[in-house]
T-cell receptor, first 113, second 115 residues
Framework: AQTVTQSQPEMSVQEAETVTLSCTYD???????LFWYKQPPSRQMILVIR??????QNATENRFSVNFQKAAKSFSLKISDSQLGDAAMYFC??????????FGTGTSLTVIP | GAGVSQSPSNKVTEKGKDVELRCDPISGHTALYWYRQRLGQGLEFLIYFQGNSAPDKSGLPSDRFSAERTGESVSTLTIQRTQQEDSAVYLC?????????????FGPGTRLTVT
């Protein structure tokens, strides 16, 4: 069975600094997708970044980038130049070939002004 | 309305009553997912619909939970004889269903409180 583990329930970062959120997953598949979602207090889940497992290059979206280590089954999210609006719950998610998604338990990010 | 919508946004019910939660996916999206999110927890997969295929019900926690979907349109999640442990936010998401179009679009959720 696929599982997604986020070992950091809470993280904090100073505004304008960089923070890295950790995620590991377990799978026997070779083709899959990985995602980071952001959930602010409004509850609306927002896709932050995605990574295709067959791509070796790490995905980047503006201030957000990932460190994808396929062999280690690790998928961390780096937020650079943190902003107050980045404060939210962040969920790591795995999508298998059958279209089912598996989510981690989340990391609550606090941005300190 | 291009996004996923859910109704009601909040629902308070007495223990033992039945509730129905509704999800309107993005038009044309063949895949629809229901998740449960307990307070301070991650998303727990409940059920997945893909086109006309049999739904994947492997995440439904008990036979009190059921869901239906009319074609590639509206879905209803029904919880019978609600219990206090059913209190949670229920999130719906849809996607195009194409494996290479991977993104899920989430609705705002329904917060269910069982008293």
């Amino acid at each position: 069975a696929q599982t997604v583990t986020q070992s950091q329930p809470e993280m904090s970062v100073q505004e304008a600094e960089t923070v890295t959120l950790s995620c590991t997953y377990d799978t026997s598949e070779s083709d899959y997708y990985l995602f980071w979602y952001k959930q602010p207090p409004s509850r609306q889940m927002i896709l932050v970044i995605r990574q295709e497992a067959y791509k070796q290059q790490n995905a980047t979206e503006n201030r957000f980038s990932v460190n994808f280590q396929k062999a280690a089954k690790s998928f961390s999210l780096k937020i650079s130049d943190s902003q107050l609006g980045d404060a939210a719950m962040y969920f790591c998610a795995y999508r298998r070939t059958g279209n089912q998604f598996y989510f981690g338990t989340g990391t609550s990010l606090t941005v300190i002004p | 309305g291009a996004g996923v919508s859910q109704s009601p946004s909040n629902k308070v019910t007495e223990k033992g009553k039945d509730v129905e939660l509704r999800c309107d996916p993005i038009s044309g999206h063949t895949a629809l997912y229901w998740y449960r999110q307990r307070l301070g927890q991650g998303l727990e997969f409940l059920i997945y619909f893909q086109g006309n295929s049999a739904p994947d019900k492997s995440g439904l926690p008990s036979d009190r939970f059921s869901a239906e979907r009319t074609g590639e349109s509206v879905s209803t999640l029904t919880i019978q004889r609600t219990q206090q442990e059913d209190s949670a936010v229920y999130l719906c998401a849809s996607s195009s269903g194409d494996f290479f179009s991977y993104e899920q679009y989430f609705g705002p959720g329904t917060r269910l409180t069982v008293t």
